[in-house]
């Protein structure tokens, strides 16, 4: 057993020790016992990245956000520590690789241009369109549609974590902030809970396959290669539908909120 890591009686103590103000040894303690939590973010976030973004960098982005984690940790709330602080390593290493905007902008047009390609077609066909429709409604073949989806997918952002834009006042949303907050008020409550729903609506309109992909990743865990063991595909494939399904969703969020607006 991981001598760092500590036991369930001894981490209630150093959380107690935390919060009651001994900052400095017990934020030390708790860091090293969480970090293996930066680990698996980080490795997950690298999934897709190109080879040129180390995975250590990654880890050490994360930890700013594992200690923001715990500094800001409410356990009367009633969550589990681990699920707030991956939301919070998560976020703090996607902010930074996007303040690197590595990036070219020609991958993010592209990208832009799919996405609105696909809220086209959704639009006027009232289902999910094709490859070979989409082919045909952005001027160009079905390989090099997959080959633009293989291409997107290496920018490693492209992910659920930012499909939902940005906030009233400019900050960043993701997934877990439409998560309703039992200090907001009614208001903002109203208004996660309404976003999960329009998600939820969004998903469950997608084909099977993209669905599953979306669920053994996000929800369940795995690997884009153990996804692609399950369906029978290569991880390349499973990049491609992984891509193309988030791109949809985008479309669909976007499509929705002009609606509403």
């Known amino acids: 057993m991981d001598e760092?890591?500590?036991g369930g009686d001894e981490l209630e103590l150093v959380w107690s020790a935390y919060q009651g103000g001994d900052r400095g040894k017990a934020r030390d303690q708790l860091i090293i016992h969480y970090s293996p939590l930066v680990k698996y973010v980080a490795s997950r976030?690298?999934?897709?990245?190109?080879?040129?973004?180390?995975q250590a960098d990654l880890v050490s982005y994360g930890i700013f956000g594992l200690i923001d984690a715990i500094e800001k940790f409410d356990p009367s709330r009633g969550f589990k520590f681990e699920t707030y602080a991956i939301s919070r390593i998560k976020g703090a290493i996607l902010d930074e690789l996007r303040s690197i905007d590595w990036v070219p902008r020609s991958v993010r047009a592209k990208s832009r241009a799919l996405e609105r390609a696909f809220a086209r077609l959704e639009a006027d066909l009232h289902r999910t369109p094709t490859d070979e429709e989409i082919a045909t409604e952005m001027g160009t073949s079905v390989e090099a549609l997959q080959n633009l989806l293989s291409q997107l997918s290496f920018?490693?952002?492209?992910?659920?974590?930012?499909?939902?834009?940005?906030?009233?006042?400019?900050?960043?949303?993701?997934?877990?902030?439409?998560?309703?907050?039992?200090?907001?008020?009614?208001?903002?409550?109203?208004?996660?809970?309404?976003t999960r729903q329009l998600l939820a609506g969004a998903i469950n309109r997608m084909?099977?396959?993209?669905?599953?992909?979306?669920?053994?990743?996000?929800?369940?865990?795995?690997?884009?290669?153990?996804?692609?063991?399950?369906?029978?595909?290569?991880?390349?494939?499973?990049?491609?539908?992984?891509?193309?399904?988030?791109?949809?969703?985008?479309?669909?969020?976007?499509?929705?909120?002009?609606?509403?607006?």
């Open 207 to 261: 084909p099977d396959r993209e669905k599953i992909v979306l669920t053994l990743y996000y929800y369940e865990g795995l690997t884009l290669a153990e996804i692609g063991q399950v369906l029978g595909v290569t991880e390349s494939r499973v990049c491609q539908i992984h891509t193309k399904a988030v791109l949809q969703l985008k479309g669909r969020m976007s499509a929705t909120e002009r609606e509403l607006a």
């Open 4 to 6: 760092t890591l500590l």
């Open 45 to 54: 976030v690298a999934i897709g990245l190109p080879h040129n973004v180390e």
């Open 155 to 194: 920018t490693g952002l492209v992910a659920l974590d930012e499909m939902l834009g940005r906030g009233d006042r400019g900050e960043s949303m993701t997934l877990g902030d439409t998560i309703a907050d039992v200090d907001k008020g009614p208001q903002l409550t109203f208004e996660g809970e309404e």
